[in-house]
């Protein structure tokens, strides 16, 4: 969180691409950690039982990314238009007559200080955040709780690698499908489907606004229903808006409908996976990374093939075929992981019933 801060505070003073490109990568960096670790210290608190604190964490994430931009402009106010910076520089002869004038500084102040403001309240909100969180860092743990942790983390299921594969190819193609359709859904509106670009930005903000709700409510569902229930409702949902969209994906009322739907879908899925997985088997830092290493290279690869093959063949709509078949794999990938998840508890329970059967004829006879 100190390096993000940092990061925050240090990418409106970048002058050049190559430092502002080593800067974001060290702020990624942090950000991927800080991913990797919540998720971890969450299950290290409340084990298996963790499923409502761990849709309020994704929760707050969603809430943020939601909030955060609009936040910012309202308090800060919109950045200046690039043609006024940039089409005067363009043009000036100083350009062309000066080849030995000072080169450019590599850190300084920008010229709108509205864009400073916004990136130093959001850094100084996650500065305090650190301050409390590395005071409960400081704090001691009892022997109780001690003696808790290690019995977690003894907890391990016969196939745990092939689970953690199978369970980041899941992610892959989830968090693919989730960022494809939100960063590709404006244009299609647009371009596909017709419509205004204000009616299309409403489509993206209804995305992502049922997206955050329903991780809010998640909260409330993770107390009462097991977090396979709630995939398996996540993988219904996800299949049934998806086919939806490509059947009548030209049709605007159903883009409304469907995409309200396929957003609240796919808001549990993520942290409802890592808290079913807890109840079988427990999760370290190292196979937290792997599942977080997943969905970022689905995040990656997926939205930049599909932007290519969406421009080669713009009659066609590739964006829905793809949420479509990640819906698709997901859903059929899930009872595949719960089968070979529940196999080996059965085989135990089993061993353990007929371990019961001998003992009680002995008991009798003594």
Known sequence: MWATTFGLFLIPFCKTAVLLIVV?????????VLDTGANVLILALWGDKGAPHMQALHFSFALGAFLAPIVAKLAWGTTVSAENHTEPDLHHPALSQSP???PDPLIAAPDDLNLLWAYASVGMYIFVVSVFLFALFLKKSSKHEKSMASAQVSRRAKYHKALLCLLFMFFFFYVGAEITYGSYI????????????SEAAGLNSIFWGTFAACRGLAIFFATCLQPGTMIVFSNIGSLVSSLFLVLFDKSPL?????????GASMATTFPSGISWLEQYTSITGK??????????LGDMAIPAVIGILQGEYPDLPVVMYTCLGSAIFTATLFPVMYKLATLPLDLQGKENRSENQKVLPSSSRL
């Open 24 to 32: 974001m990568s060290v702020f990624g960096a942090a950000v991927g």
């Open 100 to 102: 030995e004038a000072d």
């Open 186 to 197: 404006f244009s299609f509106a647009t371009t596909h489907v017709g419509m205004e670009e």
């Open 254 to 262: 159903c883009l409304w409908i469907a995409t309200s739907v396929y």
């Open 287 to 296: 196979s937290a990374a792997f599942l977080v290493i997943g969905a970022c």
